[in-house]
């Protein structure tokens, strides 16, 4: 079975600086996504970044980039410039690509404290 | 595009007594998938219909169940409510086409059991 380990239960970063969540899983499959989502206290699950397993190049978007390390099966989200609005609680998770079917795979999550 | 819905958003019941939750997904999407949050056991999920069919289901008791309709709109209903079922109720959607498979959330249901 999968499964999605986020070890760091909180962060902290100040404002306009770097941090980085990271993510590790497992699986024997070879196909797959891995996602990033954002949960702020409205508790509205947002889509971060995505990235899939067949693809080398790390995905990024604006100021939110991935490090992803399929042999060490690691799927880390760094984020740039940080924002009082990048304050949330942080989701890894993991889709299987050829079955496909619905189920995400999520880690424990990682609460993200942004300080001004 | 209008984002995924889910109605009530709020939910107060009583131990034993049954309640159904509902989702629209996006316009033109057909996959839905439901997931459970609580404090203790994080997210976990529920089921996934895909054109009026449940092609997954997590392990969860026979007293959660589901539905698709033909408008890709999907219900989900809870029979006999137990105390531990007191959670946010999150479902999601997704396109299923040509390597689109994120699945984008809607503002979940809080379900109280009393």
């Known amino acids: 079975a999968q499964t999605v380990t986020q070890s760091q239960p909180e962060m902290s970063v100040q404002e306009a600086e770097t941090v980085t969540l990271s993510c590790t899983y497992d699986?024997?499959?070879?196909?797959?996504?891995l996602f990033w989502y954002k949960q702020p206290p409205s508790r509205q699950m947002i889509l971060v970044i995505r990235?899939?397993?067949?693809?080398?190049q790390n995905a990024t978007e604006n100021r939110f980039s991935v490090n992803f390390q399929k042999a060490a099966k690691s799927f880390s989200l760094k984020i740039s410039d940080s924002q009082l609005g990048d304050a949330a609680m942080y989701f890894c998770a993991y889709l299987h690509g050829s079955s496909n079917t619905g189920k995400l795979i999520f880690g424990q999550g990682t609460t993200l404290q942004v300080k001004p | 595009k209008a984002g995924v819905t889910q109605t009530p958003r709020y939910l107060i019941k009583t131990r034993g007594q049954q309640v159904t939750l509902s989702c629209s997904p996006i316009?033109?999407?057909?996959?839905v998938s439901w997931y459970q949050q609580t404090p203790g056991q994080g997210l976990q999920f529920l089921f996934e219909?895909?054109?009026?069919?449940?092609?997954n289901k997590g392990n969860f008791p026979g007293r959660f169940s589901g539905r698709q309709f033909s408008n890709s709109r999907s219900e989900m209903n809870v029979s006999t409510l137990e105390l531990g079922d007191s959670a946010l109720y999150l479902c999601?959607?997704?396109?299923?086409?040509?390597?689109?498979?994120?699945?984008?959330f809607g503002p979940g249901t809080r379900l109280t059991v009393t």
């Open positions: 999601a959607s997704s396109l299923v086409f040509q390597g689109s498979y994120e699945q984008y």
């Open positions: 219909y895909f054109s009026e069919t449940q092609r």
């Open positions: 699986t024997s499959e070879s196909d797959y996504y």
């Open positions: 316009s033109g999407h057909r996959s």
């Open positions: 990235q899939e397993a067949y693809k080398q």
